[in-house]
């Protein structure tokens, strides 16, 4: 089997320091030292299609930029990236999603892919004038996508549903080809939504046994449907040439965090109702409690597998921490337990995406994980250097 890659667009900003920001985070928390332009991040999404990335994933949140309105402006700075676009349902309507979509896939075909976010805080989510519970933004996210799959099928849809009413909604015109839908979701509610209409099922990083499980639950669910699932994960990386290196990153990343910093952010993270919000805080609150998470080394939940992205970033909270060739077999390890899709970032994310695609991609490439073609121009030609040799 081969993997897909996928990068990450931080639409809140950049630095050389964990930034925190992501599920938990309060509108205007996340400090940043580079702004996120869409010439900034463009310079990202060209990179990542030229080391051959099927994709970029656009986080949502009061926290970040709009998603759909980046996606559409970066569309024009690349060819075949394509954009998977984190969106909430029930903030608008499902015929107008649906009709998004369609827009965007006519005027770049195949290159929209759909993350479903149904929201882990209740507090952000009254902010946008949701007033749901949890189980309620499932409910009504099962309605909503319903409605959505529908009309992408060319149907005219009328649905009196529990949160969910239309009357005759119906396309112009179905996307061609109909947009892949991600969708990620820890607890017991988000199971059957995920089983019922995700393409591709995420999780974020954890240990590679507890994520086989987390596998084996969706797709047994699925199977009851009648339906195929692929399954994608969430990861930050910090790959260097030497273990060493890697790991002295990882140092310098938390050395710039202070008791304060940490105690402040997980308190704000504290407040999640996200089911893997929780997992994640689970997977370093004993290190973080006494103190010993001043040493990277510490946080290492299973190996090359480091928590300490999540001491003040909510949402995904590990990173691959290793050689090259060390991060190349985790990401092995996660794909022999039957994820097919990868969704990566580092800080700063312009730069860790040259030290991925250069250090890992070849050896993921030796290997027969990774197929995808890249796109490089040809050499330069500089004369005098010839005429020097």
Same mark, same amino acid.
């Given at each position: 089997?081969?993997?897909?890659?996928?990068?990450?667009?931080?639409?809140?900003?950049?630095?050389?320091?964990?930034?925190?920001?992501?599920?938990?985070? /309060?509108?205007?928390?996340?400090?940043?030292?580079?702004?996120?332009?869409?010439?900034?991040?463009?310079?990202?999404?060209?990179?990542?299609?030229?080391?051959?990335?099927?994709?970029?994933?656009?986080?949502?949140?009061?926290? #970040? +930029?709009?998603?759909?309105?980046?996606?559409?402006?970066?569309?024009?700075?690349?060819?075949?990236?394509?954009?998977?676009?984190?969106?909430?349902? %029930?903030?608008?309507?499902?015929?107008?999603?649906?009709?998004?979509?369609?827009?965007? !896939? @006519?005027?770049?075909?195949? @290159?929209?892919?759909?993350?479903?976010?149904?929201?882990?805080?209740?507090?952000?989510?009254?902010?946008?004038?949701?007033?749901?519970?949890?189980?309620?933004?499932?409910?009504? #996210?099962?309605?909503?996508?319903?409605?959505?799959?529908?009309?992408?099928?060319?149907?005219?849809?009328?649905?009196?549903?529990?949160?969910?009413?239309?009357?005759?909604?119906?396309?112009?015109?179905?996307?061609?080809?109909? /947009? /892949?839908?991600?969708?990620?979701?820890?607890?017991?509610?988000?199971?059957?939504?995920?089983? @019922?209409? !995700?393409?591709?099922?995420?999780?974020?990083?954890?240990? /590679?046994?507890?994520?086989?499980?987390?596998?084996?639950?969706?797709?047994?669910?699925?199977?009851?449907?009648?339906?195929?699932?692929?399954?994608?994960?969430?990861?930050?990386?910090?790959?260097?040439?030497?273990?060493?290196?890697?790991?002295?990153?990882?140092?310098?990343?938390? %050395?710039?965090?202070?008791?304060?910093?940490?105690?402040?952010?997980?308190?704000?993270?504290?407040?999640?109702?996200? +089911?893997?919000?929780?997992?994640?805080?689970?997977?370093?609150?004993?290190?973080?409690?006494?103190?010993?998470?001043?040493?990277?080394?510490?946080?290492?939940?299973?190996?090359?597998?480091?928590?300490?992205?999540?001491?003040?970033?909510? %949402?995904?909270?590990?990173?691959?921490?290793?050689?090259?060739? +060390?991060?190349?077999?985790?990401?092995?390890?996660?794909?022999?337990?039957?994820?097919?899709?990868?969704?990566?970032?580092?800080?700063?994310?312009?730069?860790?995406?040259?030290?991925?695609?250069?250090?890992?991609?070849?050896?993921?490439?030796?290997?027969?994980?990774?197929?995808?073609?890249?796109?490089? !121009?040809?050499?330069?030609?500089?004369?005098?250097? %010839?005429?020097?040799?």
């Amino acid at each position: 089997m081969t993997i897909q890659l996928h990068w990450f667009l931080p639409t809140y900003g950049d630095s050389r320091l964990i930034v925190g920001g992501g599920h938990g985070t /309060p509108a205007g928390a996340a400090h940043s030292d580079r702004d996120a332009s869409i010439d900034y991040l463009a310079s990202i999404v060209r990179a990542a299609e030229s080391f051959g990335f099927t994709g970029a994933l656009i986080p949502t949140g009061a926290w #970040c +930029e709009d998603a759909f309105i980046t996606a559409a402006l970066l569309a024009r700075e690349t060819t075949s990236l394509a954009f998977l676009v984190a969106f909430r349902p %029930g903030l608008v309507s499902p015929t107008l999603s649906a009709q998004m979509a369609a827009t965007f !896939a @006519r005027h770049a075909p195949g @290159r929209i892919l759909l993350n479903v976010v149904v929201g882990g805080e209740a507090h952000e989510q009254r902010a946008f004038g949701d007033h749901l519970d949890k189980d309620g933004r499932y409910r009504r #996210c099962d309605e909503f996508l319903d409605v959505v799959r529908r009309l992408w099928a060319g149907e005219t849809v009328s649905l009196q549903g529990e949160h969910i009413h239309v009357e005759e909604a119906s396309l112009a015109g179905p996307p061609n080809p109909v /947009p /892949p839908l991600y969708f990620g979701g820890s607890s017991a509610a988000a199971g059957p939504v995920a089983a @019922r209409h !995700a393409d591709v099922y995420l999780t974020w990083g954890e240990p /590679p046994e507890a994520v086989r499980q987390k596998i084996e639950w969706i797709r047994g669910l699925a199977d009851a449907q009648g339906r195929p699932v692929r399954f994608g994960i969430r990861l930050h990386t910090i790959s260097r040439d030497s273990a060493d290196a890697a790991w002295a990153e990882a140092d310098r990343l938390v %050395g710039a965090l202070d008791e304060e910093t940490v105690r402040s952010a997980q308190q704000g993270l504290h407040r999640s109702e996200s +089911e893997g919000q929780k997992r994640m805080l689970a997977l370093h609150e004993q290190h973080r409690s006494n103190g010993s998470w001043h040493d990277a080394r510490t946080l290492e939940v299973a190996p090359n597998l480091w928590a300490g992205v999540g001491l003040v970033r909510g %949402g995904a909270g590990t990173a691959l921490v290793g050689s090259h060739r +060390e991060v190349a077999d985790r990401i092995a390890e996660y794909a022999e337990v039957g994820i097919d899709e990868f969704i990566f970032s580092g800080y700063p994310h312009l730069e860790e995406l040259y030290w991925f695609g250069e250090g890992v991609i070849p050896i993921l490439r030796d290997r027969g994980l990774f197929a995808a073609q890249t796109h490089t !121009a040809a050499p330069a030609a500089i004369p005098f250097v %010839g005429a020097a040799r």
